[in-house]
T-cell receptor, first 114, second 114 residues
Framework: SQELEQSPQSLIVQEGKNLTINCTSS?????LYWYKQKYGEGLIFLMM?????EEKSHEKITAKLDEKKQQSSLHITASQPSHAGIYLC??????????????FGKGTHLIIQP | NAGVMQNPRHLVRRRGQEARLRCSPM?????VYWYRQLPEEGLKFMVY????????ESGMPKERFSAEFPKEGPSILRIQQVVRGDSAAYFC????????????FGSGTRLTVV
């Protein structure tokens, strides 16, 4: 079974609308990373969350890590065509730190309709 | 201020040939991670290296795959006797010591085995 579940798998949103992507784990997360990937390209770092209840924002994107540190959400306000792509959550799931690499969800494909 | 540099961007190999993928981490980063992204799947951790040491290779296939990060030069992911199932995007990430600084990903190498 997938250790990190992302939902929805795909999302079509009209330009200007808000949207939320979720990332859920059955285990405690010791670090949660959000990345964006354009089709056929590399990963662009968006945000990193480590503390329960932490919330970070950058431009129109806000990410939160819940108090129990088992779920994170990524919220985009007033979506634009430039937001289209694949959003990946990656998590450090081991208390020893990120030395063992991140576990990733399968990604959420976001399409923005004009 | 170059980020993580991977080359080549695209690599085509015939079945049975060797593939060599290179990754130069960000300046000052001493930790390198390799991930593989198969079609329709998420990113999967392969191996974590520090200079001249393999720290964790729990995600590496047992045969034909090897990785190194020499004292001088880039990290190399080597795939011997490639098969069609090796076709994927291979990403390298680097980080400073510890997890507080997050991971920076390269643009990936897209390997196609024909």
């Amino acid at each position: 079974s997938q250790e990190l579940e992302q939902s929805p798998q795909s999302l079509i949103v009209q330009e200007g609308k808000n949207l939320t992507i979720n990332c859920t784990s059955s285990k405690t997360l010791y670090g949660l990373y959000w990345y964006k990937q354009k089709y056929g390209e590399g990963l662009i770092f968006l945000m990193m969350l480590q503390k329960g209840g932490e919330e970070k924002s950058h431009e129109k994107i806000t990410a939160k890590l819940d108090e129990k540190k088992q779920q994170s959400s990524l919220h985009i306000t007033a979506s634009q065509p430039s937001h289209a792509g694949i959003y990946l959550c990656g998590a450090d799931m081991y208390s020893g730190g990120g030395a063992d690499g991140l576990t990733f969800g399968k990604g959420t494909h976001l399409i923005i309709q004009p | 201020n170059a980020g993580v540099m991977q080359n080549p961007r695209h690599l085509v190999r015939r079945r049975g040939q060797e593939a060599r993928l290179r990754c130069s981490p960000m300046k000052g980063h001493s930790h390198v991670y390799w991930y593989r992204q198969l079609p329709e799947e998420g990113l999967k951790f392969m191996v974590y290296l520090q200079k001249e040491n393999i720290i964790d290779e729990s995600g590496m296939p047992k045969e034909r795959f090897s990785a190194e990060f020499p004292k001088e030069g880039p990290s190399i992911l080597r795939i011997q006797q490639v098969v069609r199932g090796d076709s994927a995007a291979y990403f390298c990430a680097s980080s400073l010591t510890g997890t507080d600084y997050g991971y920076t990903f390269g643009s990936g190498t897209r390997l196609t085995v024909v």
